[in-house]
């Protein structure tokens, strides 16, 4: 489980990053035109939502035939399971997302503990976003790993997803960007907050929305 620890300690020194500073992500990054850095934001957290829609229909599924193959009596033991998946989900204004991984996912009857560990490959092509009035197009290629803990089917602690890779986006103003990003977005099911920290063009993001576990 050495991918547990590498979560928690990226979300807590996240946290911990956080907690120092401001949340302010109004001013632009540079000159007329360019992205501000709550667009860049928000174009990430809605990446990171179509991706975890595919990742947690696929652990969902693997759930059930888990559930389907218990004992009645409660008498198995703890359950691994491994699948390797590939999903293409439609994005907002046109385009496509494909989300390739594996997941290793364990579950005791006994007290209800389901953890998961993943990992794969996200491509998006002409992949469009909307932020406000304007639309984003994105293309390019990230690495992503997912950690995911629930107690009787509720998250439990810091739900962590870290991504890494490069991306063009092109603005419906015509203005193109090119470059790397490398960030972690941690759901808390205490504060029913879903925060990313990282960096995305080589700026800092901090910053936090709302987030419920089921909606």
Not at 150 to 172: E, K
Not at 174 to 191: A, K, L, M
Request: aromatic fraction near 6%; glycine fraction near 12%; include cysteine.
């Amino acid at each position: 489980m050495w991918r547990n620890w590498i979560n928690v300690m990226i979300a807590l020194a996240a946290l911990g990053t956080m907690a120092g500073c401001s949340d302010d992500l109004a001013d632009p990054l540079g000159g007329a035109g360019e992205a501000s850095t709550s667009e860049l934001s928000d174009l990430a957290l809605q990446s990171d939502r179509l991706t975890e829609e595919i990742v947690s229909a696929e652990l969902d599924t693997m759930g059930a035939t888990s559930a389907a193959s218990t004992p009645s009596g409660g008498g198995a033991g703890v359950q691994t399971e491994e699948r390797t998946f590939s999903r293409t989900r439609s994005c907002p204004g046109g385009g496509e997302m494909i989300v390739e991984g594996t997941i290793l996912r364990t579950f005791d009857p006994a007290t209800g503990v389901m953890e998961a560990e993943s990992f794969g490959s996200r491509t998006r092509t002409d992949c469009t976003f909307f932020h406000g009035e304007t639309s984003v197009t994105v293309n390019g290629i990230a690495q992503w790993e997912k950690f995911r803990r629930r107690v009787d089917g509720l998250p439990d602690g810091l739900q962590t997803s870290h991504y890494f890779g490069s991306s063009s986006a092109v603005r419906s103003d015509g203005r193109e960007r090119s470059c790397e990003f490398d960030f972690t977005v941690i759901r808390d099911p205490e504060t029913h907050t879903r925060t990313i920290d990282g960096t995305i063009c080589g700026h800092r993001m901090r910053h936090g929305v709302t987030w419920h576990p089921h909606g």
